[in-house]
């Protein structure tokens, strides 16, 4: 089975750097991915790791360490439309390519 | 640039009936899925889809759930007798490839169908 783990909320200033994290345990790992969903709408992709490592991608960045089960989303330069549900997934080796969500956290940006 | 699409984008049903939500996966792209969202909780996968089969279910896709590829471009997913407990937002998604390669294995979302059963 799979068990992942994010931090329910989380506050930060627009124009501040904000640390989402996420912890896993699975069977097997095939990579880990950071979707972004506003409420009512539909996740939105913003970056995958299959490596440890960081990866960066304009504002967002985000980093793996497969042996400690951790990852994390980096948001610089916060904008209020930033405000939003950040998801994290694992998809796990085998099968049709099922992604387990976490519950989210949901980002709430203040000026 | 290709998106998925949902239809309808809403859908109020009476318990017992039979639904059929549509979407139409980005164009080029080989795999297909649906999750679903309960309002509040997380996203759950229901099942994965390829080369007309079911490559892998969840235990919530029991058999009141089927999938289908009718044609070319549609992808579907059939509730025969619908419960009060299947009211959610159902999400289609699509990949390139289903495994190897994470870039080809991301999962594109579309806008989901909000379905309430009453």
């Known amino acids: 089975g799979q068990n992942i783990d994010q931090p329910t909320e989380m506050t930060a200033t627009e124009g501040a750097i904000v640390q989402i994290n996420c912890t896993y345990q699975t069977s097997g790992f095939n990579g880990l991915f950071w979707y972004q969903q506003h409420a009512g709408e539909a996740p939105t992709f913003l970056s995958y790791n299959v490596l440890d490592g960081l990866e960066e991608k304009g504002r967002f960045s985000s980093f793996l360490s497969r042996s400690k089960g951790y990852s994390y989303l980096l948001l610089k330069e916060l904008q209020m439309k930033d405000s939003a549900s950040y998801l994290c997934a694992v998809r796990a080796t085998g099968g049709g390519n099922k992604l387990t969500f976490g519950t989210g956290t949901q980002l709430k940006v203040e000026l | 640039e290709p998106e998925v699409t949902q239809t309808p984008s809403h859908q109020v049903t009476q318990m017992g009936q039979e639904v059929i939500l549509r979407c139409v996966p980005i164009s080029n792209h080989l795999y297909f899925y649906w999750y679903r969202q309960i309002l509040g909780q997380k996203v759950e996968f229901l099942v994965s889809f390829y080369n007309n089969e079911i490559s892998e279910k969840s235990e919530i896709f029991d058999d009141q759930f089927s999938v289908e590829r009718p044609d070319g471009s549609n992808f579907t997913l059939k509730i025969r007798s619908t419960k009060l407990e299947d009211s959610a937002m159902y999400f289609c998604?699509?990949?390139?490839?289903?495994?190897?390669?994470?870039?080809?294995?991301?999962?594109?979302f579309g806008p989901g169908t909000r379905l309430l059963v009453l």
């Open positions: 998604a699509s990949s390139e490839a289903g495994f190897g390669l994470a870039r080809l294995g991301t999962q594109y």
